[in-house]
């Protein structure tokens, strides 16, 4: 069981917006703004698209957006594009030994 | 450019020991902890630990304790994970990663296949 909580998959259109949730504790995405968003398309490496929060690194196109209220995070992607379909983690800061928790990811599927 | 280059897949059979490197290049290795992260077949990603390429610290997943071990070579800007007392649910594709404890994980290795069989 992961520790943050994930919907297993969305779905949505070319050219409509989509958001996929995280939640957590007040230990972990409540707590801190270290809050990431991960993209992983089959056969390949996870992809870092947001860090705390809702930053965005270079090269991530501005379709991506993040964002955290209370102990739930959420990533916004506007304008889907076939292929934006992949797999999505996301991952936080937790005051608990580990330090890092992982989602148990969401699978987005562009209709 | 930064770059995570690790090495190829292995075959162990169960009881067995693996140790996984990732070649690192285009950054500061010792300003940059490193991240291991696995995947089982069909599953989501796993935080397996961290280790520090400036001092050695590392932080492990409570469920690898004593059986995972995370070292670095600074001379050669490589990482390595050992895991030992192999089973068949160690069976996934391990990534290491750059970044630790709040230090997102912006760059990826290509991952490496363990499979473990007998």
């Known amino acids: 069981q992961s520790a943050l909580t994930q919907p297993a998959s969305v779905s949505g259109s070319p050219g409509q917006s989509i958001t996929i949730s995280c939640t957590g504790t007040s230990s972990d995405v409540g707590g801190y703004n270290y809050v990431s968003w991960y993209q992983q398309h089959p056969g390949k490496a996870p992809k870092l698209m947001i860090y705390e929060v809702s930053n965005r690194p270079s090269g991530v196109p501005d379709r991506f957006s993040g964002s955290k209220s209370g102990n739930t995070a959420s990533l916004t992607i506007s304008g889907l594009q076939a292929e934006d379909e992949a797999d999505y983690y996301c991952?936080?800061?937790?005051?608990?030994?580990?330090?890092?928790?992982f989602g148990g990811g969401t699978k987005l599927t562009v209709l | 450019q930064v770059q995570l280059v690790q090495s190829g897949a292995e075959v162990k059979k169960p009881g067995a020991s693996v140790k996984v490197s990732c070649k690192a290049s285009g950054y500061t290795f010792t300003s940059y902890g490193i991240s291991w992260v696995r995947q089982a077949p069909g599953q989501g990603l796993e935080w397996m630990g961290w280790i520090s390429a400036y001092n050695g610290n590392t932080n492990y997943a409570q469920k690898l304790q004593g059986r995972v071990t995370m070292t670095t070579d600074t001379s050669t800007s490589t990482a390595y994970m050992e895991l030992r007392s192999l089973r068949s649910d160690d069976t996934a594709v391990y990534y290491c990663a750059r970044g630790w404890l709040q230090i997102p994980l912006d760059y990826w290795g290509q991952g490496t296949l363990v499979t473990v069989s007998s």
């Open positions: 991952s936080s800061y937790t005051s608990s030994s580990t330090h890092v928790v």
